[in-house]
């Protein structure tokens, strides 16, 4: 028992002393090539530490080999472009002031509603009110609203349509069904609903229109006897 303790106590002084060598960032928000070599080192000190039969010697090289591999990607990162692409990826630009860009979105295995989500956890709420967003290479998003974007998003809108496809839920709750819809999308030149790549509608009579290669639209409707929500 003694010596399991002591074991766990030196694999977790070295560890220590690796991460801060690292560098903030490891702790913080980290690159892909940089959560990969977290995840190993965590594997590699749970060996020696569980098993007393693996010199604990072993286990203490692996983990500093993987920290000097950390400097030499870290380093060629810093100094080669082109390899910092490869290695740690780049930003992707999923809206700008024409819409969603769908490409982008695809690329990095999002779609429509992973954007509205993290637009709302950033506290924008309608689709209208950014000029761009974008996901950086260590997964975090940024989003530049349009000024005065406060007003402009008075009620909270409701996805209709995703990707081709009605919400049958959030059909429910507007209280309004298809054919209401399908008549708006025939108004602004819509021939089927698989070609909509999405469209929100506020209780204010705000709907958010984007086909699937166009660009975006905003514009007001008239709910039937005055509906609001």
Not at 130 to 149: Q, R, V
Not at 160 to 170: C, L, P, Q, R
Not at 182 to 188: F, K, P, Q, T, V
Request: glycine letters at 6%; hydrophobic letters at 40%.
């Amino acid at each position: 028992m003694t010596l399991v303790i002591i074991r766990t106590a030196i694999v977790f002084i070295t560890l220590l002393v690796i991460m801060r060598l690292m560098g903030k960032r490891q702790i913080g928000e980290m690159q892909p090539f940089e959560l990969v070599i977290t995840l190993l080192i965590a594997e590699l000190a749970c060996i020696p530490m569980a098993d007393t039969s693996i010199p604990l010697l072993y286990g203490i090289i692996s983990v500093v080999t993987i920290y000097i591999l950390h400097e030499i990607v870290t380093l060629l990162d810093l100094k080669i472009k082109p390899l910092k692409s490869f290695i740690s990826g780049k930003p992707s630009l999923v809206m700008n002031k024409n819409g969603i860009d769908d490409y982008q979105l695809k690329r990095n295995n999002l779609d429509v509603s992973d954007l509205i989500e993290s637009l709302r956890t950033a506290g924008y709420f309608s689709l209208d009110c950014i000029d761009y967003a974008l996901y950086e290479s260590n997964g975090t998003f940024s989003a530049l609203p349009k000024e005065n974007y406060e007003k402009m998003q008075s009620s909270l809108p409701i996805v209709i349509i995703d990707n081709g496809t009605y919400d049958e839920k959030n059909l429910t709750l507007t209280g309004l069904g298809r054919e209401f819809f399908d008549g708006i999308l025939r108004e602004h030149g819509v021939k089927k609903v698989k070609r909509v790549l999405v469209l929100t509608a506020d209780g204010e009579g705000k709907m958010y229109l984007q086909q699937k290669g166009e660009r975006c639209e905003t514009f007001y409707v008239k709910y039937p006897d005055g509906m609001t929500w």
